[in-house]
């Protein structure tokens, strides 16, 4: 089973969570570990070497942290450059067809507050439902999300903690 982390971070010189868990991945030979804003400084994606980086893997992973409900915009880019008719869907677009996909999200919103009633309003299933409808359409099976939340509020052990979690559900079959 080969795994690509693909992880969106505008920022990961001054993020604790997600720069934790990309620390942790490193270590891991069979994760490979993409940083989006690292390879791509102008935005520019290079289409044929992410589409060959996915059909080198069979478990995609999209790491990022929450911003607006949903990633950091370059990773939404990154979906519409990359996931191109007649390659990742349409009657002929059948290169991810089979593989595994899952989120690892880091939220400032404790847990408490993403629920009906709750300071979000909604679930981080319900707020996820476009990256499920993507892996949906690309033939994908959709993994539970990983997520650490309230991130603020967490020890340093804690933050520790969730990176060894982080690879134990990455490594884990399903
Ligand atoms: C532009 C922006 C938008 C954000 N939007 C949300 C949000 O919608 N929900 C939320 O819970 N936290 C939101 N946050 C907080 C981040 O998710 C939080 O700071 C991040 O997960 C911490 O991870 P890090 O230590 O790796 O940077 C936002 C932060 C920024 C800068």
């Not at 934790?20 to 989006?36: N, P």
């Amino acid at each position: 089973m080969k795994t690509l982390v693909i992880v969106a971070h505008p920022n990961l010189k001054h993020s604790v969570i997600n720069k934790m868990w990309v620390d942790r991945l490193y270590e891991e030979k069979d994760i490979t570990v993409h940083e989006l804003y690292k390879a791509y400084p102008d935005g520019k994606i290079d289409v044929a070497v992410e589409q060959q980086q996915l059909l080198n893997h069979d478990r995609i992973v999209f790491q990022f942290p929450f911003y607006w409900y949903s990633s950091p915009s370059l990773l939404k880019e990154w979906q519409d450059v990359v996931l191109t008719y007649g390659w990742a869907y349409g009657s002929e677009g059948t290169k991810l067809r089979g593989k595994e996909f899952m989120l690892a999200i880091s939220t400032g919103g404790p847990e408490a507050a993403y629920q009906a009633g709750g300071y979000n309003h909604y679930s981080m299933s319900e707020l996820t439902k476009p990256f499920q409808a993507t892996a949906n359409l690309t033939g994908m099976r959709f993994l539970p999300t990983f997520t650490a939340q309230g991130v603020r509020f967490l020890s340093n052990e804690r933050v520790r903690e969730s990176a060894e979690n982080l690879v134990e559900r990455l490594k884990a079959s399903y």
